[in-house]
Every structure is written in structure tokens, then in C-alpha cells.
């Protein structure tokens, strides 16, 4: 449910308006240098405060609690917090009567009968990523320590709205008064032959199941991924030029049989409009059982894709991190 990973292992909780989010993190090895500064890189760019980010800003300061000692990892679970100080609940309870569509609103209800904090999405919020990322630099420092060389996560924008301009996406979404969604890339350089545990721990499944887990996300392919399906075999298949496992061309995105080949990783991910848009929409109002207009009230991203990289490449790093203490446990001696 709410935890992830077989060895290197996340646990997250909390919600957008309660006292904290936070993560566990667990399967870190004894012995690794970690400096709580390090994460901060990655959590500012995960802020908001750009054009077409929402106005919430919180100071995202990591506090940890456990599993570090004198700058050391000492094996036990690393606890990291985040304080919620930015919280205005009040539109959240005024709308309360009127599920909002696009959003966990009626699906949680229902599921949780009623008592889930529904308050800026509850647990089901975009908040919670601050945790992943965070869980995702010290993944990174696991990754690289494990396998002894250096491993480059980097994910960006690709379009906005159809747009590759991505001013040009952004404008039609103010323009229209209104949210859109967007395309994000991520490549991963670095990664050995190896990583992967075919049957359902393949690379493509671990990946996807860890990238699902960002609020928003509503597709993935990796290579040349659905593309494919246009193209001859002796067009899709890559010719393995060495024993290093390199290749002429990566329309595979790095990844055969569910292992990984030594070329780059490549996967992509689709980002869909955020689900609270300015616009008058309509709805079932459980109160007046009748389905009736509203608009949304709220702080709100005009594009969640903006936002998005960082937390890829946490995700990335998290699943990553967890098949490579995998293939240490299992297959290297």
C-alpha cells in the first residue's frame, strides 16, 4: 500500500494539510556518507514558484530523525520529515459537498468510508512527492555505492499542450484559462549490464510501478515504445557493436528481456492537465444528490509537468537503487 521496494525500501506518510509528510527509507548499507545538505538541491527544484506552479510555497526542510550518525548511514531506517506550515483548509471544507472530477475526492470517499483528510487531497496530494524526492538523492547515493561508478539520472520537458516550445504550451493554458498537461523524459546514464529480475521484477515493471506512484502520471514507454508498433524488426532491433553490450541504436531505451544492456535507459512519461482547472465544470453533489455547476477553489499548478523531472528521477533512482542491492544479494559474489 503505502510502501515500496524488496531491500531498498520506502514507506510514506502523511497528507497536504495535516502536521508533516515524511518517508521511511530502509535497506540503506552501513557505512555511506551522507550530508542532509545534499538533498536540498533537489527539493528547491521540485518547488513551486515558477510561472504556472501554485502559489503554496512551503521551506521543504528535510528533518532527519534517524539511520545517520557522525555524516554516516548506520543500517538502521533513515526517517526524513517535512513540515506543513502553508496550509489554507477552508476551500477544501466549503467544497466538500461536491466531489471534484479528475481528483480522488468520490473514489476515496467511498473507499475510506468517509474519514479520509480530504483537505488539499489528503494523502492522495502531490505534497507527498517531496518525500520521494528526498528518498530519491539518498537512492542516488545507494545506486552509485553499490555499483561503484558514477550514475547519471536527468529528466526533462519535452512538450506542454502539444507544444516542444514550452512557453508556447504554457500561454495556450492561459490563454484558455485553464490546465494542461505535458510530456517528460527521462535518461539514465551509467547503469551496468545485469540490473533487472525477469519474471515481474523486470526493469520496465519496477520502473513503472514506482513512476505510477507520482500523482498525475498516466503513461509510460521506454525506448522507442509505442512507436514500435510501426516498425519492421530488423528496424527495432539494436545490433550489439562489443562485449560491453553497446549498441548501433537504443529503440529498446536500454532495457532487453527486462534487464538492463549497458546503453542508456530511456523511458518516457505522460503528465495529465491538473485535474483542478479554473473553468466551471459540473458535478454529482452527494448532499443534494444532483449534479450541479462549481468552480474550484484553491492553490493550484496550471501545469503539473513543470514539477514533475525531479520527482522522475526520484522514482527512478528509488527503483533503481532497489534492483541493484537485489542483483548484490543475489547474483554477485
Same mark, same amino acid.
Given at each position: 500500500?503505502?510502501?515500496?521496494?524488496?531491500?531498498?525500501?520506502?514507506?510514506?506518510?502523511?497528507?497536504?494539510?495535516?502536521?508533516?509528510?515524511?518517508?521511511?527509507?530502509?535497506?540503506?548499507?552501513?557505512?555511506?556518507?551522507?550530508?542532509?545538505?545534499?538533498?536540498?538541491?533537489?527539493?528547491?527544484?521540485?518547488?513551486?514558484?515558477?510561472?504556472?506552479?501554485?502559489?503554496?510555497?512551503? %521551506?521543504?526542510?528535510?528533518?532527519?530523525?534517524?539511520?545517520?550518525?557522525?555524516?554516516?548511514?548506520?543500517?538502521?531506517?533513515?526517517?526524513?520529515?517535512?513540515?506543513?506550515?502553508?496550509?489554507?483548509?477552508?476551500?477544501?471544507?466549503?467544497?466538500?459537498?461536491?466531489?471534484?472530477?479528475?481528483?480522488?475526492?468520490?473514489?476515496?470517499?467511498?473507499?475510506?468510508?468517509?474519514?479520509?483528510?480530504?483537505?488539499?487531497?489528503?494523502?492522495?496530494?502531490?505534497?507527498?512527492?517531496?518525500?520521494?524526492?528526498?528518498?530519491?538523492?539518498?537512492?542516488?547515493?545507494?545506486?552509485?555505492?553499490?555499483?561503484?561508478?558514477?550514475?547519471?539520472?536527468?529528466?526533462?520537458?519535452?512538450?506542454?499542450?502539444?507544444?516542444?516550445?514550452?512557453?508556447?504550451?504554457?500561454?495556450?493554458?492561459?490563454?484558455?484559462?485553464?490546465?494542461?498537461?505535458?510530456?517528460?523524459?527521462?535518461?539514465?546514464?551509467?547503469?551496468?549490464?545485469?540490473?533487472?529480475?525477469?519474471?515481474?521484477? %523486470?526493469?520496465?515493471?519496477?520502473?513503472?510501478?514506482?513512476?505510477? %506512484?507520482?500523482?498525475?502520471?498516466?503513461?509510460?514507454?521506454?525506448?522507442?515504445?509505442?512507436?514500435?508498433?510501426?516498425?519492421?524488426?530488423?528496424?527495432?532491433?539494436?545490433?550489439?557493436?562489443?562485449?560491453?553490450?553497446?549498441?548501433?541504436?537504443?529503440?529498446?531505451?536500454?532495457?532487453?528481456?527486462?534487464?538492463?544492456?549497458?546503453?542508456?535507459?530511456?523511458?518516457?512519461?505522460?503528465?495529465?492537465?491538473?485535474?483542478?482547472?479554473?473553468?466551471?465544470?459540473?458535478?454529482?453533489?452527494?448532499? %443534494?444528490?444532483?449534479?450541479?455547476?462549481?468552480?474550484?477553489?484553491?492553490?493550484?499548478?496550471?501545469?503539473?509537468?513543470?514539477?514533475?523531472?525531479?520527482?522522475?528521477?526520484?522514482?527512478?533512482?528509488?527503483?533503481?537503487?532497489?534492483?541493484?542491492?537485489?542483483?548484490?544479494?543475489?547474483?554477485?559474489?
Amino acid at each position: 500500500m503505502n510502501h515500496f521496494g524488496r531491500i531498498f525500501s520506502v514507506s510514506i506518510y502523511g497528507e497536504s494539510h495535516g502536521k508533516e509528510v515524511g518517508i521511511i527509507i530502509d535497506g540503506v548499507p552501513s557505512g555511506i556518507p551522507i550530508d542532509e545538505n545534499l538533498l536540498i538541491p533537489d527539493l528547491e527544484r521540485r518547488k513551486p514558484g515558477k510561472k504556472g506552479t501554485t502559489p503554496r510555497v512551503e %521551506s521543504d526542510y528535510p528533518i532527519l530523525s534517524s539511520g545517520l550518525f557522525n555524516g554516516m548511514s548506520t543500517g538502521a531506517p533513515i526517517l526524513i520529515r517535512f513540515e506543513n506550515n502553508n496550509t489554507r483548509s477552508e476551500a477544501y471544507t466549503s467544497q466538500r459537498d461536491i466531489p471534484r472530477p479528475g481528483h480522488a475526492d468520490f473514489t476515496g470517499h467511498v473507499k475510506f468510508g468517509g474519514f479520509e483528510d480530504y483537505r488539499g487531497g489528503g494523502h492522495f496530494s502531490g505534497r507527498l512527492t517531496t518525500c520521494l524526492v528526498a528518498a530519491g538523492v539518498i537512492a542516488k547515493i545507494v545506486l552509485s555505492h553499490v555499483l561503484n561508478t558514477d550514475i547519471s539520472i536527468n529528466a526533462e520537458i519535452l512538450e506542454i499542450g502539444g507544444e516542444k516550445d514550452l512557453e508556447a504550451g504554457l500561454e495556450k493554458a492561459i490563454q484558455a484559462k485553464d490546465s494542461i498537461g505535458g510530456i517528460v523524459e527521462c535518461r539514465i546514464k551509467g547503469l551496468p549490464v545485469g540490473l533487472g529480475e525477469p519474471f515481474f521484477d %523486470s526493469v520496465e515493471s519496477v520502473l513503472a510501478h514506482a513512476v505510477f %506512484s507520482i500523482p498525475a502520471i498516466k503513461g509510460i514507454e521506454f525506448g522507442k515504445g509505442f512507436a514500435a508498433a510501426k516498425m519492421f524488426g530488423i528496424e527495432h532491433n539494436d545490433a550489439i557493436l562489443d562485449n560491453s553490450g553497446k549498441t548501433l541504436t537504443n529503440n529498446a531505451g536500454g532495457i532487453v528481456g527486462g534487464i538492463s544492456n549497458g546503453n542508456d535507459l530511456e523511458f518516457r512519461v505522460v503528465v495529465k492537465p491538473t485535474s483542478s482547472t479554473p473553468k466551471i465544470q459540473k458535478s454529482y453533489n452527494w448532499d %443534494s444528490d444532483e449534479v450541479e455547476e462549481f468552480s474550484i477553489k484553491g492553490r493550484h499548478d496550471l501545469c503539473i509537468a513543470l514539477r514533475v523531472p525531479v520527482v522522475l528521477e526520484a522514482a527512478a533512482a528509488i527503483a533503481l537503487a532497489d534492483l541493484a542491492l537485489i542483483r548484490m544479494a543475489y547474483h554477485v559474489r
